[in-house]
Nanobody, 123 residues
Framework: QVQLLESGGRLVQAGGSLRLSCAASGFTFSTYAMGWFRQAPGKEREFVAVIHWSGHSIYYVDSVKGRFTISRDNAKNTVYLQMNSLKPEDTAVYYC????????????????WGQGTQVTVSS
């Protein structure tokens, strides 16, 4: 059974930091690109970051470049999202997802999804 379990979301003040984790099971994690998406109330789910299965290639949406860092540990079947200098507009439910496409940035290219973790940034 495939499972992606996100954790680490909470309420934080603007300017603060959080690290999200996503633990994967039930599929060959090391062969999938892993992405992070987010969805704010009333908005569509949007791409945040993706990391190649090897960890050697990474891509971010412009709005988080320089503030967020995606990483993965294939030995632990876990992908991370380090979020620094958080802003109120980063408030959303954050989802991790797995894709067989390298560096996919669209929802439709992801095969497996987690249930999400809430990040709330107060001003």
């Amino acid at each position: 059974q495939v499972q992606l379990l996100e954790s680490g979301g909470r309420l934080v003040q603007a300017g603060g930091s959080l690290r999200l984790s996503c633990a994967a099971s039930g599929f060959t994690f090391s062969t999938y690109a892993m992405g992070w998406f987010r969805q704010a109330p009333g908005k569509e789910r949007e791409f945040v970051a993706v990391i190649h299965w090897s960890g050697h290639s990474i891509y971010y949406v412009d709005s988080v470049k320089g503030r967020f860092t995606i990483s993965r540990d294939n030995a632990k079947n876990t992908v991370y999202l380090q979020m620094n200098s958080l802003k109120p507009e980063d408030t959303a439910v954050y989802y991790c997802a797995a894709s067989l496409m390298e560096l996919a940035t669209t929802v439709g290219h992801y095969r497996y999804w987690g249930q999400g973790t809430q990040v709330t940034v107060s001003s």
